[in-house]
């Protein structure tokens, strides 16, 4: 189910952009949409359908994005992040004294070719 929402989500998004890409901007710049008289629709009714199929993509989208993030939650398992991370049973038993450090080794002296030279 999930897999088909996020489907119609990406369908949704790619439309969203292209839509908005086509209408025609404050200044005329970047617009491909509108240009004249001549045509299939004028700028007025090109701009209204443009921005009627804006709202109705972003209403999808939106809801699509609801749809998936209740789907996310409800297939989560409820429970703590603590229970998840440690386990109690794999827990080591309390001690009652501190443990003791451990002694460094005591240094030998060099033996062989490696003794120091004197003059």
Not at 16 to 43: D, N, P, R
Not at 104 to 109: D, L, R
């Amino acid at each position: 189910m999930s897999t088909v929402i996020v489907v119609i989500h990406l369908l949704l998004a790619v439309s969203l952009v292209s839509v908005i890409l086509m209408q025609k901007s404050e200044g005329g710049a970047l617009g491909m949409g509108g240009g004249g008289m001549s045509g299939f629709m004028t700028g007025r009714s090109t701009a209204n359908l443009l921005t009627r199929t804006t709202a109705i993509l972003a209403v999808g989208f939106f809801l699509t994005s609801i749809a998936l993030a209740v789907i996310a939650a409800r297939s989560r398992a409820p429970g703590s992040v603590i229970d998840q991370a440690v386990p109690t049973q794999s827990l080591p038993a309390p001690t009652t004294s501190p443990a003791k450090p451990a002694t460094p080794p005591v240094p030998t002296a060099p033996t062989g070719p490696t003794a120091p030279l004197t003059k």
